[in-house]
């Protein structure tokens, strides 16, 4: 059991430590299951109840990761931003994804 652990942390190497808050990772999964369509400013800090400064700042962190991009989109008559997951988001959402979900089954 305590070889498995050890062999689960080491795998941890391979991931992108700056994504390690639970923000980011809230952000990023969130993102990922909505795909293409992505979700305004507004609806994030509404679905993950977050405060302004820590949620803009850690899009801005995903956006300048190369993770997440945004774009200015026009609804009801105002200017949202509107965030997308990259396809190296995607993809370093599922590699973080499998690595948690080795790490929390291993654990159990």
């Not at 689960?8 to 795909?35: D, P, Q, T, Y």
């Not at 899009?59 to 009801?76: F, P, R």
């Not at 997308?84 to 291993?106: M, V």
Request: net charge negative; hydrophobic share 45%; with cysteine.
């Amino acid at each position: 059991m305590q070889n498995d652990i050890l062999s689960i942390l080491n795998e941890s190497e391979g991931l992108n430590a700056k994504v390690f808050s639970l923000v980011r990772l809230k952000l990023l999964a969130s993102l990922a299951a909505l795909g293409p369509d992505g979700a305004t400013y507004r609806e994030l800090k509404a679905a993950l109840d977050i405060n302004d400064g820590v949620l803009f700042a850690n899009l801005n962190v995903l956006k300048d990761m190369g993770y997440l991009t945004s774009e200015k989109i026009t609804s009801e008559g105002k200017e949202l931003e509107l965030y997308i997951i990259t396809n190296e988001g995607q993809d370093e959402w599922e590699r973080i994804r499998t690595w948690l979900c080795r790490f929390l089954h291993c654990g159990a």
